[in-house]
């Protein structure tokens, strides 16, 4: 499935209308509300009310957790029984009850927009982020959506189906193809830093290249005062290649690439597996929560890991 076929196409089960698995279909991101209803019950303020309690990079009404120090933070907020154990400086994290926002970047990438197993992988982060639009308002957040473009504007926070519905629509407008103005991930996370308050619960979904491409730093400045998930789209013959000649069409051109020797597998492997793994085992470091999400998997399969706080770096 080297080359996505001109116009949409669907297909329907029952009464809701599902992709191809080449452009997402907005119905189809719709039914996903089905898929955070009952997984958790939402998080509620201290006095009953519907907002939802958010961890606060600062003082407020109740600790939630510690987590190492960072230059920038407040001196008095030090928790020195976890300083003393690790033997480095950690810092305390409050909560407060606010209304939370939650923002979905999207990366745009022209790699997202390809896909062998179940559906391109451009699909699968439309989906993930309808999932995470849905468990938004499930938790009585406010939800918003970003790309890295210079041109539109963000889809601004609302909560709410109205505030989901506004966030969907805009995926699947943006992953139905390569958008002309995409500028690149850096671009949409520093478009996130200027709309984000303290406490703000972040979703990226972007490519393993366009992640590699950005120093690690980036990332320690995001998750700094936010809690933020990092979805790696990746496809089955990405990470997996058969040892064989395989064909691509791009461009109108056929292409083969031989996987057969080892300095051609190595070569895929640096181009695909390297950025994965480095992800995997760099950016847990910096507070970033990460998870592979494959273009065949299980859309909402990790949900569970953006519900669990993440541990403290010894």
């Known amino acids: 499935m080297g080359r996505r076929p001109p116009g949409r196409r669907t297909h329907c089960e029952g009464a809701v209308a599902v992709s191809d698995g080449v452009i997402p279909a907005i119905e189809e991101l719709v039914a996903l509300r089905a898929a955070v209803t009952g997984r958790r019950t939402p998080r509620r303020g201290s006095h009953g009310g519907g907002q939802a309690i958010s961890p606060m990079r600062g003082r407020g009404m109740e600790y939630a957790e510690s987590r190492e120090y960072a230059a920038g933070d407040d001196a008095r907020h030090i928790?020195?029984?976890?300083?003393?154990?690790?033997?480095?400086a950690h810092t305390k994290l409050y909560q407060a009850e606010r209304e939370r926002l939650s923002l979905i970047v999207a990366d745009t990438a022209a790699n997202l927009y390809f896909g062998t197993r179940v559906r391109f992988k451009s699909v699968q982060a439309a989906r993930a982020g309808a999932i995470a639009a849905w468990a938004a308002i499930r938790d009585g957040d406010r939800v918003a959506a970003l790309r890295g473009s210079t041109i539109e504007p963000p889809v601004s926070p609302a909560g709410g189906a109205r505030g989901a519905l506004r966030v969907i629509e805009a995926l699947a407008r943006w992953y139905a193809a390569p958008p002309d103005d995409d500028k690149g991930l850096a671009v949409a996370l520093d478009h996130a830093q200027r709309v984000l308050r303290p406490g703000s619960r972040v979703l990226v979904l972007a490519d393993p290249a366009s992640v590699a491409a950005m120093p690690a730093s980036r990332w320690t400045a995001l998750a700094r005062h936010q809690e933020v998930v990092l979805l790696l789209l990746t496809d089955t013959l990405e990470a997996d290649p058969p040892p064989a000649v395989l064909p691509f069409e791009t461009g109108?051109?056929?292409?083969?690439?031989?996987?057969a020797g080892d300095a051609a597998r190595q070569r895929w492997d640096a181009e695909f597996s390297a950025p994965v793994q480095t992800a995997l085992k760099t950016l847990p470091t910096r507070g970033v929560r990460v998870h592979v999400l494959s273009s065949d998997a299980t859309s909402e399969s990790w949900l569970a890991l953006q519900d669990r706080r993440p541990a403290l770096v010894a």
């Open 79 to 88: 928790d020195w029984r976890v300083t003393a154990r690790t033997g480095r």
């Open 252 to 259: 109108g051109h056929r292409v083969e690439v031989d996987l």
